[in-house]
Structure formats: C-alpha cells, structure tokens
C-alpha cells in the first residue's frame, strides 16, 4: 500500500506528497511496483499520523498545520511573545500606578482565561488570539509576586529566596509540566489543567500585603506604617514610635528630592553620549544573545533525537545548578568574565552537539549547552541592573529586557530551520553564543565598583579598566573604587567596610552592612529599616535603584529574567 501511493525519500516515505495516477487502472494492469513516469500531487485526502514520540494529538495535528502549513505553529509562539512584550508594558505601568497586588491578581486572571480559552481553539487565529493574550501574562504573573516579595525580604533571605528557592520551585515546575502533559494526554485538557492553578492568584490580596515601599513611593505613608505595624505583632518585635515619627517626615524629604533626582531623565539620555550609548547598545545585543539561546535551547528539545519528554525535564533541572553556580563564582570572577566564560561555553557545546551523532551525544552536549545559557541568563539581568546610572536605570532596563523578547520571537524560527538540516538550529545558537560571550567583553567590570548614580558617572564609569583586567580572587577589600566623574555623584558614597563579595558590599550610614546588591531591588533587613535610613537621600537612592520612580514597568523589568518558556 505504502510502495504504491507514497513516494521514498532517504529516510522513509514522502510526509507531504502521494502519486497521481489512477489506481483502478493499476490494480487492472497488476502493477506491484511505483512506475518512474509517475507524477506526484500533495496529499488531497487527509494524513495519518503515528503517534509515537508525542502519544496524544496536538492542535497541529488535529488541524493539520504540516507540510505547506508547517509554519504556523512557529507563527503562534512568535505571537506569544509579541504578547509578552506587550504585557510587560501593560502590567508593569499597572504596577507602579495602582499596585503589586491589582497587577498580579489581573495578570494572572488574563493569563488563565486565555490559556482556558486555548483549549476551545479551532482556529489558527483564534488560537494565535489566545496567544497572544496568554503572553500578556508571560512575565509579569511571575514577576509581579518575585518582585512583591523581594520588597519585603531582608538581605539574610535575599539570596535564599532569589537564587535558591525561586530556582527550585521554577525547575521543579518545569520538570513536572511535561509528565502532566504525558499523562494527560490532550492537549485541550493539559492548556485546562495548567491554566486553572492561576486562579490562586485572586486570594492574594487577603494573603499578602501591598508593598509599603510602593505605598510610600505614592505618598500613602500612613498605610505603609499600617502594614509596617502588622508585622510587628506577625514577628513579635518592638519597634520605638520615634522611628515611625522620623520615617513620616523622611518620606516626606524624600519624594522632594526624587522628583528633582528624576525629572527631566528618559531613556533617550542613555543615547546621547558616546560611552554611554556604547555602554547601552552592547547590554542590548548581549542581553537579545541570551534570549534567544535560551529560548532556542527550551525549544529545541524535539531536535535532539530522544523522547521530547525526559530531555525536556533535564533540560529544566539545568536550573537549579544555574542559579547555584553563580552564587559561588559571581563576585570571584566578575560579571565580565563570568558571562564571556558561560557564554562560549554555551556556544562551544552547541558546536559539538552539531557534530556528533543524534541521541545520547547530541543530547549530552546540549544538556551542557543550556545550563552554561542558564548561568548567563542569571547573570545578565543583574548586570545591566549594575551597569545602567540611577535616573534611567529603571527605563533602561525594561529597553534591554524588551529586546530580549524581541530576540525570543527569533527562537522558534532557528528551531524551525531543522526541517531543512536538524544541525542548523545548534549551529545557529552556537554562533550567537560565541558572539555575545565576546561581546560582554568589551562592557566595564561592576564588581567592586560604586553603582554609577547620574548621567555623568554612567559616561565616565570603566574609563579606568581595560579589557583583560581580571577581578582578584580571595581577601575581602577594604574599598570599594570610586566612579572618576565629571560631577560629584546624587548620592552620598557609603561609610564603613566594603567587601570584595557581593554579599558584603555596601554599607548604610552607622548601619551593618548592607549587599549592594539589595541596593537595586532596595532589599533590607526588616520592612523598617527599608523605609526608615537615617539618611533620606540614601532611601531616595535605594528608590531609584529599585527603579520603582524612574520607570512605569521598572519593578517589572529587573526579575524578569527568572520567568521561562514554561
């Protein structure tokens, strides 16, 4: 049957074309063998599909997206993150204007209605539709609550929470996705059943409390101390009244001088000086790299040559070393040095995977491939969080992180091109590794650097390094090195011991010591001491670092990177 109505091709039978001819007359003659005058046609009736590496129909399969109509299915997930680019404006101005909490309960009420809505889908467009609106939601239903925690959590729990158990439960999330899949075994059901957990969402607002440094950021002091108060009785603390006293009257000093810190700042500024705009451009390549190998690498599991399910869960376990690694390494090696490294790394095992046999090979390497792209996409959001002056940083943020879904709608297009050579989409993302890997080379170091506050420091800052300057590795330092500026900075330089780790970098005046990183998500050690500094112009720095005054989505944009194709 097969020999007779379907034409060889090197691996198999022709998926796409059938012959024409008249098979009452071939069954007349006795013909048993295909003719070489045989004409073909594309196939006019209908396919049969084996159901074999995916056990379950899927809607490119119950709608026959194959063939000459392959390409849709790369369209809708371009349209997801053309959605999500959206949704990342939408929610994060939503955000900043009325709240954590509205953001999060809408985002992630948009996000089940349309992942539902997918499973009733007969259509390419209505499909693309639900996509579309399913990526409104990407992000920002899991930034919106990284973001509302980290407003609250001290600097003792920070790295616990953001490279530790937001790691696991997002890997264990993604490990756990496709057996649901598996044993569901529909389509239509497994958009239901991931869809529907979202609603959890809707009791947020009578679980957890609306940031108070929002709050405080809108003027509605009053509340934050309300909620401030709620977490002495939760915490079974004492807090003197003369530090809420003092904290009313700084809130009031400290709007003052962030809309004179602010005003007149856009992102247009990061594009007006040579160093700067260098400085911006290269954070957006490098950062439009990351995103589209990581989305390659999540896409491309079907390519590698074993069962979609079990390379799609080690794929996702890579996460969980991803975000350990960098704890150890990060303020050893540098931000440089450390993107460059896993970068190449990432790009290097693609190249092998290229040349080396499908399955357990190919899959070994990628497998590598993706948690050195992992590391990178770990560290990269907080670079440009560093590398980025105070007033913009917030806008300039959300323009690197922006294209970076850009660069994601790219993604399914690379995996795409295996229909033509299955080593295409791992060469590919091997190339754009490598380049990006030598391109973080060209920015300035920022470990054990004061974060550049204005315009000016953002020009001036690593001016003074060259480009094979390594960071030392070892004993804490006493310093940390001052940006050579044009102006003096905004904000007063912190007293007291620096260190070389990250961990122990930066001080608040006659305070412990506090992790500049905590400085740009503005991360304390109680809900008190994040609001109430002894020095107002030093909340008013913390602010902008945080980004929450410089930009409607600027909260948003600097953890998104911990969101997935998931």
């Known amino acids: 049957r097969f020999r007779l109505s379907i034409p060889k091709i090197d691996n198999g039978y022709d998926h796409c074309r059938m012959y024409n001819v008249n098979y009452t007359q071939v069954l007349e003659d006795g013909i048993t063998d295909p003719q070489p005058d045989w004409t073909t046609t594309y196939c006019n009736r209908g396919w049969e599909y084996e159901l074999i590496d995916i056990p379950y129909h899927t809607i490119a399969t119950e709608l026959n997206w194959v063939c000459d109509k392959d390409f849709l299915g790369t369209i809708a997930q371009a349209i997801f993150f053309v959605g999500a680019i959206v949704g990342s404006l939408i929610w994060g101005w939503m955000g900043d204007r009325y709240g954590r909490l509205p953001a999060l309960v809408g985002s992630n009420a948009v996000g089940m209605i349309a992942g539902i809505a997918s499973a009733f889908c007969n259509t390419f467009w209505a499909f693309c539709l639900c996509r579309f609106l399913v990526g409104l939601a990407y992000d920002s239903c899991f930034a919106l609550m990284y973001i509302l925690v980290l407003e609250y959590v001290g600097p003792r729990y920070r790295t616990l929470v953001a490279n530790m158990s937001i790691a696991v439960y997002f890997a264990l999330g993604c490990c756990v996705l496709p057996w649901i899949a598996y044993f569901v075994s529909d389509w239509r059901m497994t958009c239901i059943a991931t869809s529907v957990p979202l609603v959890i969402a809707v009791v947020t607002p009578f679980i957890v409390p609306e940031s108070a440094r929002w709050l405080v950021s809108r003027g509605e002091t009053e509340k934050a101390i309300s909620i401030l108060r709620k977490f002495e009785k939760i915490n079974r603390k004492k807090v003197d009244p003369d530090i809420y006293i003092r904290f009313r009257a700084s809130c009031e000093k400290i709007r003052e001088e962030e809309q004179k810190l602010s005003k007149g700042y856009s992102v247009i500024d990061l594009f007006k000086t040579r160093s700067l705009r260098n400085k911006t451009i290269l954070l957006i390549v490098i950062w439009m790299t990351i995103s589209l190998c990581y989305d390659g690498h999540v896409r491309n599991v079907d390519n590698i040559g074993l069962n979609v399910f079990l390379t799609f869960t080690v794929g996702s376990a890579t996460e969980f070393p991803a975000a350990i690694i960098p704890i150890f390494l990060l303020d050893r090696w540098g931000r440089r040095w450390m993107t460059f490294s896993s970068m190449i790394l990432g790009g290097v095992f693609c190249f092998i995977a290229a040349f080396v046999p499908l399955g357990m090979p190919a899959a070994t390497m990628a497998m590598f491939g993706r948690l050195s792209i992992n590391v990178a996409y770990n560290i990269g959001l907080q670079y440009a969080a560093e590398l980025l002056p105070t007033v913009v940083r917030g806008q300039g943020v959300m323009l690197v992180h922006l294209m970076g879904h850009v660069a994601s709608i790219a993604a399914p297009y690379v995996v795409y091109l295996a229909v033509v050579n299955p080593l295409i989409p791992f060469m590919v993302l091997g190339v754009v590794g490598i380049i990006g890997g030598f391109l973080s080379l060209l920015l300035p170091e920022t470990l054990d650097k004061l974060l550049p506050q204005t315009i000016e420091d953002g020009e001036d800052f690593g001016k003074d390094q060259k480009m094979l300057d ?37 001080t608040v005046r006659g305070r412990r010591p506090i992790n500049t990183n905590m400085y740009t998500l503005g991360i304390y050690s109680s809900p008190v001491d994040s609001l109430a500094p002894t020095d107002s112009s030093q909340l008013t720095s913390d602010c902008q670092h945080l980004g929450i005054y410089s930009s409607p989505v600027a909260s948003l944009v600097l953890t998104d990177s911990f969101t997935a194709d998931f």
């Open 470 to 506: 390594f960071p030392c590795c070892g004993k804490p330092v006493k310093t940390v090195t001052p940006i050579q500026s044009r102006k003096p900075s905004i904000c007063p330089s912190l007293r007291a011991e620096t260190y070389k780790s990250s961990m122990l970098q930066g």
